[in-house]
């Protein structure tokens, strides 16, 4: 692991001496690195997803289709955000976060909604 990160570190030093002279290759560079780390990092995300689908199974039936969409509504808002990042648009990709935590709390709100109810239950 030390070993990808000490890549990774000079792929970016590499990247940043080329990028004045050769933006070409240091594209080329940056691609190539992050595809190595992709392709590095494949036993690991088949291991979490392993996990995650074991997870989702345990859980009742409400909760599994609720915590599934926010999750995908935190996977897509996190990627468009990236990309505005890296485009320079940092005012975008702020907006972008914002409007995933709150797609992220419309769809888990049924789950809230149970929430309240059993407090209040418990309270009173």
């Known amino acids: 692991m030390i070993g990808q990160m000490l890549g990774l570190v000079a792929a970016a030093v590499l990247c940043l001496v080329l990028r004045r002279d050769h933006a070409v290759w240091a594209a080329g560079v940056a691609v190539t690195a992050g595809l190595v780390v992709l392709i590095r990092l494949m036993p690991e ?3 979490v997803m392993g996990m995650a689908s074991r997870a989702i199974q345990s859980l009742d039936g409400q909760a599994a289709p609720v915590l599934l969409r926010a999750g995908t509504v935190a996977w897509c808002s996190e990627i468009g955000s990236g990309l505005c990042e890296d485009a320079g648009e940092d005012g ?3 907006k972008i976060v914002l409007c995933g935590r709150i797609g ?3 769809a888990s709100w049924p789950l809230v909604e149970d929430l309240f109810c059993l407090v ?3 309270c009173c």
Request: net charge positive; hydrophobic share 65%; no cysteine.
């Open 92 to 94: 975008l990709a702020k």
């Open 104 to 106: 992220i709390l419309v």
């Open 45 to 47: 995300v088949a291991s």
């Open 120 to 122: 209040s239950q418990l």
